[in-house]
């Protein structure tokens, strides 16, 4: 039987690990590799959210959340995907295939997140407004709770970007299930080796130093030789 | 100290300036995370006359740099005679901080042939037509004035973003 | 009003808490100007009443902008200039002077030289199956991230001169690359392991991995032609669903 409960724990953890991308702290629980465990670890199955955090990760590491540039929000997707492999897995039973299937339809769906989050940060640009004209009342308190509605927007961005991928992200995954269960299953490995690879590659990219081409082979040449004689 | 672009010997190493750009922060985390890494830029020129009176704040952009990349920070006049100079062929990657500043610089001879648009804050009397840029009348003239030169002026805040002319931009204000 | 003298622990300990709220109503318009108020505002409320508590407010509500992790030294050394009685244009040039400096060096460093390198530590721990990846993650970047917050705190109140001469000798942009370079030679092997693993689970010769060097020139020639993440993985993903199906 399908339950409700993990949902709604789902929604609690996108709010609280949402808010960490930029609104607070800032401590990284909001990085897929902690997100998802911790998802997995209040939904019972934290090496379910080990594995979607971790095939996540290296993908918008060295997207920068700085200024007016907003990133995919890998953080929502790596809930989501956790989520809904958990969830999902009493009806259509647990394993890598469904683990896979979630994050694979997630992905794409986690674009929606960056159009919420633009809009958030839209809606706060009212705030120094409004902060302005109670300053002028002389109701410092109120200026101070007005900063944290920013938080309040940002809580509800988050709430918004994980819904709508539990909500259309469950319902292609149940219709889809007959369809690509088998082929994830038996493809796992190799789908777990491209997306870490697709996240390498962007890495390799982005971590722009000097001769970064020559430190990367040169790291995976030695320990690919080493691994291949020891074995 | 007279400075006349048109002197410049055309067999020397040329100062190539790999991206020209307005942003009001100057050396920031765009600039040298995305940009100078994009143009693949080996020296970072701000042409501001303002910072160079600022020794403190000199020295605290010099900080942010990496020190694999050249710093040089002057006044208008002081770069313009710096690419005047051209003995080096290093790629230059050279910020202003306003519009008004890229005006004056190109009228002192710094050789300019694309100009970006980064970051231009909002204020009185300024239009909002982007997430990072607001134009008032004024940085309008100084763009036509910049185009009726040859100068090409796009507005791309990253690399990674469409670059936008400035004209569309203008007229279709905020979206 | 002229007050100088030292703020008392406990309202700095109050100021340091709150700037990990800084950018709660992060917005485009002020960035986190209203943040800013918000982390001094214990602050002005003991210093200032009534006509002058509005105007002392109203000139910290203005366009703030810098990395949220360095920007308690910006933070204590404004509360420092409000305590000794600075006028406004004294504050802002202060403001002025460390907003973009600061945002480009801790964006180098923790955006660009720490996080990935936490990230790719724990990954190791994470391709092992292992439930101290996240552990490990967050670790290895709050160390430096608590330590900038909590120095830079107590290095705001030197001033201009005291703080300018604490980021130059920290030299974050020369140790970001360091990390970078580091984090580039543990992803090779990484990557090194992952293949052989892989292969060795799929009972085909170590040697094939020798395919994955032009497969990651391409990737990476396809990222460096602005092909997102995303598309990248979901493009590598259909691949491998549709390839046995064509046997």
């Known amino acids: 039987m399908e339950s409700f409960t993990p949902y709604l ?66 953080t929502q997707i790596t809930v989501s995907a956790t989520t809904l492999a958990i969830a999902l897995s009493a009806t259509i039973g647990s394993g890598a295939g469904l683990t896979l299937g979630a994050l694979l339809i997630a992905l794409p769906l986690g674009k929606i997140g960056q159009h919420v989050e633009r809009a958030v940060r839209t809606q706060n640009e009212r705030l120094p407004a409004a902060a302005l004209a109670r300053l002028q009342l002389g109701q410092l308190p109120a200026v101070e709770r007005l900063h944290l509605c920013g938080l309040g927007n940002f809580a509800l961005g988050a709430l918004t970007t994980y819904t709508v991928i539990v909500l259309v992200g469950r319902w292609l995954i149940l219709s889809g299930a007959p369809f690509f269960l088998d082929l994830l299953t038996t493809q796992a490995d190799w789908i777990k080796l491209a997306l870490v690879l697709a996240g390498v590659a962007t890495l390799l990219q982005a971590l722009n130093v000097r001769r970064a081409y020559g430190l990367f082979f040169g790291g995976f040449l030695l320990t690919f030789l080493l691994l291949g004689v020891l074995r | 100290m007279s400075v006349n672009p048109l002197s410049t010997n055309p067999s020397l190493p040329q100062e190539r300036i790999v991206l020209a750009r307005i942003d009001n922060r100057l050396i920031h985390g765009q600039v040298l995370e995305a940009w100078v890494p994009f143009v693949q830029a080996d020296c970072i020129v701000v042409a501001s006359d303002e910072v160079a009176a600022k020794p403190l704040q000199k020295k605290l952009m010099a900080a942010a740099v990496p020190r694999e990349i050249s710093v040089i920070i002057g006044g208008l006049a002081e770069i313009a005679e710096f690419f005047s100079r051209n003995d080096s062929a290093r790629r230059v990657l050279l910020l202003f901080p306003s519009p008004a500043a890229a005006l004056q610089g190109y009228r002192l001879g710094i050789p300019l042939a694309e100009l970006n648009l980064g970051n231009l804050p909002g204020g009185d009397g300024k ?12 940085d309008l003239s100084i763009f036509q004035q910049l185009e009726a030169g040859g100068v090409k002026i796009l507005a791309r805040c990253l690399p990674s973003d469409d670059p936008l002319d400035w004209k569309v931009l203008a007229a279709g204000g905020e979206g | 009003m002229m007050i100088s003298g030292t703020l008392s622990a406990s309202l700095r300990r109050r100021l340091f ?70 006028g406004k ?78 980021l130059a000798r920290c030299r974050l942009p020369d140790l970001a690359i360091r990390l970078k370079q580091a984090t580039l030679i543990l992803l090779g ?20 991995g020798g395919a994955i060097i032009p497969l990651v020139f391409t990737l990476g020639w396809l990222a460096r032609h602005r092909l997102s993440p995303l598309l990248l993985a979901l493009l590598l993903a259909a691949l491998i669903l549709v390839l046995p199906g064509l046997y």
């Open chain 2, 127 to 138: 239009r909002r037509v982007s997430c990072t840029l607001s134009f008032s009348e004024d």
């Open chain 3, 89 to 166: 244009e004294e504050i802002e040039e202060f403001r002025q002077l460390l907003m973009a400096p600061c945002a480009a060096m801790g964006d180098a460093f923790f955006w660009g030289g720490v996080r990935p390198f936490a990230a790719v530590v724990a990954m190791f721990f994470a391709l092992h199956g292992s439930l101290l990846a996240p552990v490990v993650l967050l670790l290895i970047f709050n160390l430096p991230h608590l330590l900038v917050r909590i120095v830079g705190f107590s290095k705001g109140c030197e001033l201009a001169e005291g703080v300018v001469d604490f």
């Open chain 3, 189 to 208: 092997i990484l990557c090194a392991g992952l293949t052989h693993n892989t292969l060795n689970f799929a009972a085909l010769p170590w040697q094939w």
């Open chain 3, 17 to 86: 808490c709150r700037s990990f709220l800084l950018q709660a109503s992060w917005n485009f318009e002020q960035m986190q100007g209203l943040g800013a108020l918000f982390v001094l505002s214990p602050l002005l409320r003991k210093l200032y009443q009534g006509e002058e508590l509005q105007q002392a407010c109203a000139r910290h509500l203005s366009y703030f902008n810098t990395h949220p992790f360095i920007a308690p030294v910006i933070l204590s050394g404004m509360a420092q200039l409000e305590v000794n009685g600075a």
């Open chain 1, 9 to 74: 724990l789902g929604a609690g953890m996108a709010v609280l690990l949402g808010l960490d991308r930029t609104a607070a702290l800032q401590i990284m629980v909001s990085r897929p590799l902690v997100a998802g465990p911790l998802v997995g670890f209040v939904l019972g199955d934290p090496l379910t959210g080990l594995t979607v955090g971790m095939l996540l990760e290296l993908l918008w590491l060295c997207r920068m959340p700085v200024g007016a540039s907003i990133p995919h929000d890998d």
